[in-house]
């Protein structure tokens, strides 16, 4: 079984458009990230969710809004698509520390990521 | 300047030889993560070490906090290790590496 899935693998859509992508986990881990790779292959953090709850939120536009329905679950809608949102998007889960909330302090799991073409 | 530097950016290797790719950090952290991108797309986290040093099969991960530095050698390199390697550290942010490219030659 996949642990972490996302869905679609690949997204073309035209400027302008809203989509959606999803993320499942079936590991029971709490904490949920939201990654961006972008044509230079460089990964950067969008957004975290632990149990349900923001913890980190990139400066990232206010087009991108995460959801987050239950802890094994945390979406990604975006809204007014721009050229510039084309990239690879990684959804990634961690079990949650111990102690005050840090995301990051566990080995996150990966989905398989998702194509945004943006025309 | 980027947060996390890595080095070098692009390494090709014969099979069978000893690999090293560095990552120093300016800021403070809490861990220090090491992963794989596969040249099909998928990442794949292979240590994550806040000291000392982590093994796994041929895969040696090192952290000098100190000196705020990070090696990840690869013993007996074959070809299937061929991929990404992407340096990223965590604390009050995430910051990533730009990731070193590397080929292995049978």
């Known amino acids: 079984d996949t642990a972490v899935s996302q869905t679609p693998k690949y997204l073309v859509t035209q400027m302008g458009n809203d989509k959606s992508i999803k993320c499942e986990q079936n590991?029971?881990?709490?904490?949920m990230y939201w990654y961006k790779q972008d044509s230079k292959k460089f990964l950067k953090i969008m957004f975290s969710y632990n149990n349900k709850e923001l913890i980190i939120n990139e400066t990232v536009p206010n087009r991108f809004s995460p959801k987050s329905p239950d802890k094994a679950h945390l979406n990604l809608h975006i809204n007014s698509l721009e050229l510039g949102d084309s990239a690879v998007y990684f959804c990634?889960?961690?079990?949650?520390?111990?102690?005050?909330?840090?995301?990051?302090?566990?080995?996150?799991?990966f989905g398989p990521g998702t194509r945004l073409t943006v025309l | 300047k980027n947060e996390v530097e890595q080095s070098p950016q692009n390494l090709t290797a014969q099979e069978g030889e000893f690999i090293t790719i560095n990552c120093s950090y300016s800021v403070g952290i809490s861990a220090l993560h090491w992963l794989q991108q596969h040249p099909g797309g998928g990442i794949v986290s292979l240590f994550m070490?806040?000291?000392g040093k982590k093994k796994h099969g041929r895969l040696i991960a090192t952290i000098n906090i100190q000196e705020k530095h990070s090696s990840l050698h690869i013993t007996a390199s074959h070809p299937r290790d061929s991929a990404v390697y992407i340096c990223a550290v965590s604390g009050n942010q995430f910051y990533f590496g730009t990731g070193t490219s590397l080929t292995v030659i049978p």
């Open positions: 590991l029971g881990h709490d904490t």
């Open positions: 990634a889960s961690s079990r949650r520390v111990a102690g005050p909330v840090k995301a990051g302090l566990d080995t996150q799991y």
């Open positions: 070490l806040s000291s």
